[in-house]
């Protein structure tokens, strides 16, 4: 029998809330790999969205184009904007990391066993695989707001971990990293080959992403009983060197 967990049913298991070493680097630094070397930045068509089109779809480039949207579980927490990938009421806010919009989300963990609060985007429109594999990872700028807990996961949906792939037979459980956000905007950075899936469920279990069949990106918590409220900006693939 074909078993799934919404999006993001994640195990019983809070994050770790750990910056992963191949990650953080300085506000407005360039981003740099584990053992401290630069990464190549992409331009003009590594660029996600930036969000200073004041709208909710991501930057069409290079293929592109698809929607910021949040999700909820229904057994307790709240999000703003509306939850929905379809119909939702994403729209960015105010400020952003030196500029004018960012994408935030915001809201309450309930205390079920399960409970998330999110917010993500697919690569395109209608929701499709998107070819990333000429590309080596990700960056992006995120902070969270006072009183919000920090602990969020980056997650990374592929062709085997989303439904949409018609491959998992217990999905959701994507590839990606955890991050603790600070109250300053800092800037991350992710390479495919250091992302890896939580511990103890999710069929099929990879060695690695599959980077040409991505279908979005999203940052999650899941800590109980916590408000949370975080921004991200900037976000950007980065090149291969």
């Not at 074909?2 to 990650?23: H, K, N, S, Y």
């Not at 990938?85 to 399960?114: D, H, L, R, W």
């Not at 209608?126 to 807990?149: C, E, H, I, M, W």
Request: hydrophobic share 35%; glycine share 12%; with cysteine.
């Amino acid at each position: 029998m074909t078993t799934t967990r919404d999006p993001r049913f994640i195990a019983l298991l809070l994050l770790t809330g750990a910056a992963t070493a191949a990650g953080c680097v300085a506000p407005g630094a360039q981003p740099q790999n584990a053992a401290g070397g630069a990464i190549k930045e992409c331009g003009p068509e590594g660029l996600i969205d930036d969000f200073e089109d004041n709208n909710n779809q991501n930057a069409v480039v290079d293929g592109r184009g698809g929607y910021w949207y949040t999700y909820v579980d229904k057994v307790g927490s709240t999000v703003w904007p509306e939850a929905g990938e379809q119909g939702g009421t994403f729209t960015p806010s105010e400020p952003g990391y030196n500029s004018k919009f960012a994408g935030e989300v915001k809201g309450k963990i309930g205390t079920a066993a399960i409970v998330f609060g999110a917010l993500g985007m697919n690569f395109v429109d209608p929701k499709d695989v998107y070819d990333a594999s000429k590309y080596q990872g990700l960056t992006f700028f995120a902070k969270r707001s006072p009183n919000s807990t920090g602990k969020i996961r980056l997650k990374v949906p592929d062709v085997n971990t989303d439904p949409e792939g018609k491959i998992c037979s217990e999905c959701f459980n994507d590839f990606g990293v955890d991050i603790n956000l600070t109250e300053q905007w800092q800037r991350y950075t992710f390479l495919f080959r250091d992302m890896r899936q939580m511990e103890g469920w999710g069929a099929p279990r990879k060695a690695h992403i599959d980077p040409s069949k991505l279908l979005g990106l999203q940052w999650q918590t899941q800590v109980q009983g916590a408000d949370y409220d975080f921004a991200v900006d900037n976000v950007a693939f980065v090149c291969k060197g």
